[in-house]
């Protein structure tokens, strides 16, 4: 398997700060990363997919960037409305994985 | 636009055979891949598994066989069964469609709960 590891695992912000998130992988993905943001009793969101590509709808502030191993998500400004857990996902072979998530708390 | 909508128990027994449908409404089935995700409290994201819209499945090793999953194309479904089931089990469960191509899920379901108990 193809392990993912986030960190850090909780986050203290406040809105308008700049966090960023680091998912590391055990081996190259290219850049066959994806993340998703999760708030509580809710489904995952897609926010960014292979990397960088940021999906329709979803907020500019957000970026994400990376190849190989190492991955970051950026939130530029945090908003209220951000603060949630963040999951990275490699889909470089069939057997999908995620990481652990972090928990961004104001 | 197309959603999606688990349905199965909240409780299943230990030893027993969890069984989940997942309805997609506003779209078709076809031509996609589907997936089921768990959840256990408090922990992480794990998949479990994909069908594609012609049948061919690919499951997590981790769950040693046994999980099952199904397409019923004529009533825009897709089914999971997890059999043996222990506590480990429990979770909430979540049907998503997969990209394919990238391998990312764009489309979820909002999850539905299950505990295992006698």
């Known amino acids: 398997d193809i392990q993912m590891t986030q960190s850090p695992s909780s986050l203290s912000a406040s809105v308008g700060d700049r966090v960023t998130i680091t998912c590391r992988a055990n081996q190259s993905i290219n850049i066959y990363l994806n993340w998703y943001q999760q708030k509580p009793g809710q489904a995952p969101k897609l926010l960014i997919s292979a990397a960088s590509t940021l999906q329709t709808g979803v907020p500019s502030r957000f970026s994400g960037s990376g190849s190989g191993t190492d991955f970051t998500l950026a939130i530029s400004s945090l908003q209220p409305e951000d603060f949630a857990t963040y999951h990275c996902?490699?889909?470089?072979?069939?057997?999908?994985?995620f990481g652990q998530g972090t928990k961004l708390e104001i | 636009q197309v959603q999606l909508q688990e349905s199965g128990p909240g409780l299943v027994k230990p030893s027993e055979t969890l069984s989940l449908t997942c309805t997609v409404s506003g779209g078709s089935i076809s031509p996609h891949f589907w997936s089921w995700i768990r959840q256990p409290p408090g922990k992480g994201l794990e998949w479990i598994g994909y069908i594609y819209y012609r049948g061919s499945t690919n499951y997590n090793p981790s769950l040693k066989s046994r999980a099952t999953m199904s397409l019923h194309t004529s009533t825009n479904h897709f089914s999971l069964s997890l059999s043996s089931v222990t506590a480990a089990d429990a979770a909430v469960y979540y049907c998503a469609r997969l990209d394919g191509a990238v391998g990312y899920f764009d489309l979820w379901g909002r999850g539905t709960p299950v505990a295992v108990s006698s």
């Open positions: 996902q490699q889909s470089h072979n069939t057997l999908y994985t």
